[in-house]
Protein backbone atom coordinates (compact mmCIF):
# COMPACT_ATOMS: atom_id res chain seq x y z
CA UNK A 1 0.00 0.00 0.00
CA UNK A 2 1.15 3.76 -0.70
CA UNK A 3 1.18 6.48 1.20
CA UNK A 4 -2.44 8.21 1.69
CA UNK A 5 -2.69 11.74 0.71
CA UNK A 6 -5.17 13.00 3.03
CA UNK A 7 -6.41 12.66 6.32
CA UNK A 8 -9.21 12.37 8.30
CA UNK A 9 -8.70 15.78 9.85
CA UNK A 10 -8.22 17.29 6.53
CA UNK A 11 -12.15 15.89 5.76
CA UNK A 12 -13.29 16.98 8.65
CA UNK A 13 -12.08 21.25 8.10
CA UNK A 14 -14.64 20.86 5.57
CA UNK A 15 -17.21 20.16 7.53
CA UNK A 16 -17.66 17.72 11.16
CA UNK A 17 -18.04 14.20 10.68
CA UNK A 18 -20.10 11.81 12.27
CA UNK A 19 -18.03 8.40 13.93
CA UNK A 20 -19.58 6.91 10.92
CA UNK A 21 -18.51 8.84 8.35
CA UNK A 22 -15.11 8.85 10.08
CA UNK A 23 -14.58 4.71 9.95
CA UNK A 24 -16.21 5.42 5.59
CA UNK A 25 -13.57 8.62 5.36
CA UNK A 26 -10.66 6.43 6.51
CA UNK A 27 -11.19 3.83 4.15
CA UNK A 28 -12.29 6.05 0.90
CA UNK A 29 -8.90 7.87 1.77
CA UNK A 30 -6.59 4.70 1.17
CA UNK A 31 -8.57 3.91 -1.91
CA UNK A 32 -9.00 7.60 -3.41
CA UNK A 33 -5.41 7.50 -3.00
CA UNK A 34 -5.17 4.06 -4.57
CA UNK A 35 -6.95 5.43 -7.55
CA UNK A 36 -4.95 8.65 -8.38
CA UNK A 37 -1.41 6.66 -7.68
CA UNK A 38 -2.95 3.77 -10.53
CA UNK A 39 -4.39 6.28 -12.35
CA UNK A 40 -0.76 8.60 -13.04
CA UNK A 41 1.02 5.56 -13.54
CA UNK A 42 -1.27 4.80 -16.98
CA UNK A 43 0.15 8.30 -18.23
CA UNK A 44 3.78 7.36 -17.20
CA UNK A 45 4.09 9.48 -14.08
CA UNK A 46 5.40 8.62 -10.38
CA UNK A 47 2.32 10.72 -8.07
CA UNK A 48 4.58 10.02 -5.00
CA UNK A 49 7.23 11.47 -6.52
CA UNK A 50 5.44 14.41 -8.34
CA UNK A 51 4.60 15.32 -4.54
CA UNK A 52 8.22 14.94 -2.90
CA UNK A 53 9.41 17.39 -5.51
CA UNK A 54 6.55 19.68 -5.35
CA UNK A 55 4.95 21.25 -2.23
CA UNK A 56 1.95 22.95 -4.49
CA UNK A 57 1.41 19.53 -6.26
CA UNK A 58 1.12 17.78 -3.29
CA UNK A 59 -1.38 20.15 -1.99
CA UNK A 60 -3.66 19.74 -5.24
CA UNK A 61 -3.81 16.24 -4.98
CA UNK A 62 -4.52 16.47 -0.98
CA UNK A 63 -7.75 18.68 -2.46
CA UNK A 64 -8.18 16.25 -4.68
CA UNK A 65 -8.58 12.98 -2.55
CA UNK A 66 -10.37 15.30 0.42
CA UNK A 67 -12.94 16.25 -1.96
CA UNK A 68 -13.83 12.87 -3.19
CA UNK A 69 -14.27 11.47 0.14
CA UNK A 70 -16.27 14.08 1.35
CA UNK A 71 -18.67 13.79 -2.08
CA UNK A 72 -18.83 10.38 -0.65
CA UNK A 73 -19.92 10.74 2.57
CA UNK A 74 -21.80 13.35 1.73
CA UNK A 75 -23.87 12.38 -1.43
CA UNK A 76 -26.86 15.17 -0.39
CA UNK A 77 -24.86 18.14 0.14
CA UNK A 78 -23.01 20.35 -1.67
CA UNK A 79 -19.64 21.18 -1.16
CA UNK A 80 -18.46 24.57 -2.53
CA UNK A 81 -14.86 26.26 -1.51
CA UNK A 82 -14.72 29.98 -1.63
Given at each position: ??????????????????????????????SA??????????????????????????????????????GT??????FC??
Amino acid sequence: MGAVYASVADVALLRPLTAQEREQAETLLVSASAKLRIIAGKYGRDLDGLIAANEDYGAVVKAAVTQAVIGTTSPNEKFCAN
